[in-house]
């Protein structure tokens, strides 16, 4: 399985040191943050980029994230199109597979087929503008209550229903826990399907209390990271893990030790490196 650095992870870190500090703590992959991303290439060619990402040996994964692209005023989605427009042609010339996207907030008295129907049409949509730069994209759930996809379970039913290839998931360990996702909508999901998976741990408090900012590295918290494992295992997942923490405490550290505390823990957790002892994982 290979691993990723996420770019919310030294949030204050530009894109350059977020490739210095995955290549020297040995990542295989990056995930993009939109906003690093977008700030390098004011000054920078997308083939400046390509040539500092073979010289980090990374691979990069994904653009994280368009946000909000459901229940969207015509003027606000027409924007969100040409965000998707400008990041796919980006993805594609770094030949990076995925862009992260995020669903809307939750319109108040929305039934669940509103949201399945509104989330299935933009979807269907940007994935449109996606395929023709040959990039997917990784449909990210959150748990939080104002969320209109807060669930594996809803969004799993939604990527069912579109049924294309450059369509899938995120699963991020937070979310799912926060948002009350069910073990079994792992059980029969198409491993194919899940695009991204997010690692992380969280503090040991209420679910209603918990927010972005009590994230830990994975194993120091209460997540429930050893079962969720074991599901990815038996459905055959083992592509990718990504470290997604937004935690102000360590973005406020030296990223380099961030970027190899966060991936020793990974490995530990998910008995990856030196800590593998068999199977898949």
């Known amino acids: 399985m290979k691993i990723a650095l996420n770019g919310a992870t030294t949030m204050h870190a530009d894109l350059v040191t977020d490739i210095k500090a ?55 989605y027409a924007a969100i199109k040409d965000e998707c427009e400008r990041l796919s042609a980006i993805a594609g010339e770094l030949n990076c597979p995925y862009i992260v996207v995020v ?6 008295g929305a039934s669940k087929q509103q949201i399945i129907d509104e989330s299935v049409a933009v979807l269907n949509e940007l994935g449109d503008i996606a395929h023709h ?9 959150l748990g939080q209550t104002d969320c209109s996809v807060q669930t594996l379970d809803l969004a799993r039913e939604i990527i069912e229903i579109i049924d294309r ?8 360990t937070f979310h799912f826990y926060a948002g009350n996702s069910t073990f079994e909508a792992i059980d029969g999901l198409d491993p194919e399907k899940l695009f991204i998976f997010h690692i992380n741990d969280a503090e040991d408090l209420p679910k209603e209390q918990l927010t972005d900012a009590q994230r830990l590295y994975p194993g120091e918290g209460i997540l429930p990271i050893g079962e969720m494992k074991a599901r990815f295992d038996r459905i055959g997942y083992d592509r990718m893990v990504s470290i997604e923490i937004f935690r102000p405490e360590y973005w406020a550290q030296d990223p380099f030790d961030v970027a190899r505390r966060a991936k020793a823990a990974t490995e530990q957790v998910l008995g990856l490196g030196q800590y593998a002892a068999g199977g898949s994982w």
């Open 22 to 76: 995955a290549h020297e703590a040995g990542f295989d992959l990056i995930e993009l943050w939109k906003s690093k991303l977008l700030d390098y290439l004011q000054d920078n060619s997308v083939h400046d980029l390509i040539r500092l990402l073979d010289e980090a040996s990374l691979e990069p994964w994904s653009i994280n994230s368009i946000e909000h692209i459901t229940f969207r005023t015509p003027e606000d």
């Open 103 to 108: 669903p809307g907030k939750l319109p108040e």
């Open 133 to 141: 730069h040959g990039v997917g994209l990784a449909f990210e759930f």
């Open 165 to 172: 290839p450059n369509i899938g998931l995120v699963i991020d």
